[in-house]
Nanobody
Framework: QVQFVESGGGLVQPGGSLRLSCAASGSSFSIYAMAWYRQAPGKQRELVATVTRGGSTRYADSVKGRFTISRDNAKNMVYLQMNSLKPEDTAVYYC????????WGQGTQVTVSS
């Protein structure tokens, strides 16, 4: 019912910033809470941030004060603004509904390295 395409990742120095985008296709996007997840090498996938249909947000402790999740229901888009990036933020980042549905995009690689 919903398909996701993530973009905006890349290589950045510690302390730098990136803005990730997620394009969602399918019906009734605006009814779902959305989330960003990430998976670092050798680690399990973890929840990074969520945003409800009404715009309420929640963040993992590790990214509070540094990341901002937002959505544009008219454009079927979800964003993740990442500031003050750290090497431990290096991971493949995915978007999905929250709770997750069965459809996952390809993810976008974020590498933070000096």
């Amino acid at each position: 019912q919903v398909q996701f395409v993530e973009s905006g990742g890349g290589l950045v120095q510690p302390g730098g910033s990136l803005r990730l985008s997620c394009a969602a296709s399918g019906s009734s996007f605006s009814i779902y809470a959305m989330a960003w997840y990430r998976q670092a090498p050798g680690k399990q996938r973890e929840l990074v941030a969520t945003v409800t249909r009404g715009g309420s947000t929640r963040y993992a402790d590790s990214v509070k004060g540094r990341f901002t999740i937002s959505r544009d229901n008219a454009k079927n888009m979800v964003y993740l603004q990442m500031n003050s990036l750290k090497p431990e933020d290096t991971a493949v980042y995915y978007c999905n509904t929250s709770p997750t549905g069965p459809w996952w995009g390809q993810g976008t690689q974020v590498t933070v390295s000096s």
